[in-house]
């Protein structure tokens, strides 16, 4: 990872990219400060982070040193320049965290899940010049992220960044919290302003999966990345299977390419142009399928209406998906891919029947 230049982030001028790093949760004097210089000593990293309060899902875990942390950090600022960061998750954790000097505050994803934290928080930092980086939620709900940020905006909060963690989700995958990658793309296209940090070690959860997540977040243009780490992640009280040692994150971070979003070199660009001239094209040709594609929905749908036939017959549909999906995999398609793809085709052709049955216009009902 080349890191010469430098970026506008959270209202400081900071090497890019952005690199928080520290403990899950600060723990002893010893460890933060033994961590933090190790971490220091990389010169990469130009955040500190460490969690003093802890949101743990069942009461009796280690739930965080508490205040006493703070001194810690104060230390970490005077003896490695690094700026420091904690979670805040209510009005007592803003004072104490601006009272004792802290550079950054983050909301944690089960504070940004609640409006009336948020609102709190956001009433206690009225007036208050401090960056704030919001997590998203942990469900899926982009609005609910966006509204987290939009309270922080409206309490006059200026420097902003928005941290992917991941989404919790039921069943079974190889990721702690599922990147759901779409989600915080759409977040940048509604909000374009809001710099974007991925956080790989929560939606990992292990730490070989580090590098991959990583490396898709600068693929996307992301401004930065937070990374759990730690002296001794084996003896960590929170978090130990997703922290990394500081000679670790070294190693992942020369690993990780930067590469640019853009570029002047006149071949690439008139190179780019006429792909997505064709990319255009392709698209187009989509568009008209799919249209030709509800058409023959519709006369299915006449059809079946003159006959006395129901609208949706599971079969068939199962033929389609399980078929559909295959064809595609012959083409380097996922199959996770066409299935999500054809379910989706399917409820507009159902809605398109519909409409039919009913006799209804579609236009008219979409006004
Ligand atoms: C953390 O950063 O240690 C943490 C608790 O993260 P999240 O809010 O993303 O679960
Ligand atoms: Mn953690």
Known sequence: ?????????????????????????????????????????????SIFRAGIWKPRTRPGSFEGVGSAGLEWLKKVKAETGLLTAVEVANVKHVSEALKSGVDVLWIGARTTVNPFSM??????????????????????????WIGALER???????????????????????YRNKPMWEIPIELKRRMPDIPMICDPSHICGKTELLLNVSQTAMDLDYQGLMIETHFNPA??????????????????????????????????????????????EIDNNLITILANRMEMARA????????????????????????????????????????????????ESIHHQKQIMQGENIQEKEK
């Open 1 to 45: 990872m080349a890191t010469s230049t430098n970026i506008n982030i959270l209202g400081l001028s900071l090497t890019s990219p952005l690199i928080i790093a520290g403990p899950c949760s600060a723990e002893t004097e010893e460890q933060v400060l033994s961590t933090a210089k190790q971490i220091a000593s990389l010169k990469k990293a």
């Open 119 to 144: 609102q709190e928080i956001a009433d206690s930092l009225q007036g208050v010049n401090i960056p704030v980086m919001v997590k998203n939620p942990i469900n899926a709900d982009l609005d609910l």
């Open 152 to 174: 922080l905006q409206k309490a006059g909060i200026a420097h902003l960044a928005a941290v992917h963690r991941g989404f919790s989700s039921y069943g079974k995958s190889q």
């Open 235 to 280: 003896s960590a009280l929170s978090d130990a299977k997703q922290q990394v040692t500081p000679a670790e994150l070294g190693q992942l971070l020369k690993e990780i390419v930067i590469r640019t979003s853009s570029t002047k070199d006149k071949k690439f660009l008139s190179t780019l142009e006429d792909l997505r001239d064709k990319i255009d």
């Open 300 to 347: 299915i749908g006449a059809c079946k209406k003159q006959n006395g036939v129901t609208i949706l017959q599971n079969s068939r549909w199962n033929e389609i998906v399980q078929g559909r999906a295959k064809q595609g995999m012959e083409k380097q398609l996922t199959s996770g891919f066409m299935i999500k793809l054809f379910e989706i085709i399917h409820q």
